[in-house]
């Protein structure tokens, strides 16, 4: 379980994410939504141990989460870069090398359903099928914890549609978690068992998908924007 | 993706629904095997916690059936199947009436309505 208590998180004097509290446990699915600038990446980053909470506590299985966390930890980011000279082969080689619970052979199942031919340099590879390979990697460790940040961004929606399945196909909805920012919502929805809503670096609402669909009658998306409005109006 | 879902419904009711209609119609049959809850999964474009429910509330109405290390299973039981159907036209006919009453209109109205349009289907059927 990764468990987050009050966590704040400032660079210099802004304040990025602020009084966060929340659960993660094995075998969910969660989304983290909210607008560009709303502290998603920030807050995924904090879960992934990559940043530091300026305050409050964060632990992972009861200890604390730190950068050596990621040993529990598959994380993966629309930004960093891989090196560019590497084949899609040898950057699994590279994932081997890291992770003590990646299994190369489900990788190459996985670049297979993905289409992905290992022998390509990354370089030469589409927008598209570099995000495939990125996906492959990560989901190839049987990390408890798996974090995508913004995992479709900026792709088109059959490339969107294959990452989508190829998470549903690979990903062991039984012992692992996953743990997305989006705002590609109407596709990631289906994949969701909670969200989270995230404005102004704060949790302004945690639900069940399945809640907000009785209770508010409303799919994610909808839901969404009708609390951000409230939100407006309020301040 | 997978299917279009209707946005004011849980989603594992949506295909509880589809699941059932199918049934109905006969394109799945009494004893027919469900495909595993990873294959429907990513049939449906949809989390396989969602599709556990699915098959588990499937099977609290008796519905489906499932043999453990085998998979799921349609119920082989027709009675069940009957009033199975007999379920899904009482849910159609209660949202149909309600969403008419909603807009202002009289039981006799509806009836009238089903006939008019039963008859202009058979005319043009014809």
């Given amino acids: 379980m990764i468990e987050a208590k009050h966590i704040s998180k400032r660079f210099l004097l802004k304040r990025a994410v602020e009084g966060i509290d929340l659960e993660l446990i094995p075998g969910k699915m969660y989304g983290i939504i909210g607008e560009n600038g709303s502290g998603k990446s920030t807050l995924l980053k904090l879960l992934a141990g990559l940043l530091r909470p300026s305050t409050g506590s964060l632990k992972i299985n009861g200890s604390p989460l730190t950068r050596k966390s990621a040993t529990d930890i598959a994380y993966m980011t629309d930004r960093g870069r891989f090196y560019p000279y590497l084949t899609v082969k040898q950057l699994v080689d590279f994932y081997d090398s890291q992770f003590h619970d990646f299994k190369k052979e489900k990788a190459f199942r996985i670049l297979e359903y993905l289409a992905i031919d290992p022998d390509e340099k990354l370089k030469y590879l589409s927008k598209g099928n570099l995000g495939r390979a990125k996906l492959a990697v990560t989901i190839a460790r049987e990390s408890p914890f798996i974090l995508l940040d913004e995992p479709l961004s900026g792709l088109d929606p059959m490339v969107r549609e294959s990452i989508v399945k190829g998470i549903i196909q690979f990903v062991d909805f039984e012992r692992q978690s996953l743990i997305i920012t989006t705002h590609e919502i109407r596709d990631i929805e289906p994949l969701l068992d909670e969200v989270f809503i995230l404005h102004g670096g704060k949790i302004i609402d945690h639900q069940t998908v399945d809640d907000i669909r009785t209770r508010e009658r409303l799919d994610v998306e909808s839901w969404l924007k009708r609390k951000m409005q409230g939100n407006e109006s309020m301040s | ?126």
């Fill in chain 2, 1 to 126: 993706m997978g299917v279009d879902f209707q946005p004011d419904k849980p989603i594992y009711q949506q295909l509880i629904d589809r699941l059932a209609g199918e049934i109905i119609r006969s394109i799945r049959k009494p004893g027919d095997k469900l495909p595993s809850v990873r294959e429907y999964a990513v049939e449906t474009g949809v989390n396989a916690n969602t599709i556990q429910r699915v098959y588990r509330e499937m099977e609290q109405m008796e519905i489906v059936q499932t043999k453990r290390g085998q998979g799921t299973f349609v119920t082989e039981e027709n009675a069940r199947l009957v009033s199975l159907r007999e379920d899904m036209k009482q849910q159609y006919v209660e949202a149909f009436v309600k969403d008419m009453r909603e807009l202002g209109f009289t039981t006799t109205e509806m009836i009238r309505g089903l006939e008019e349009y039963h008859d202009e289907q058979e005319d043009r059927d014809d």
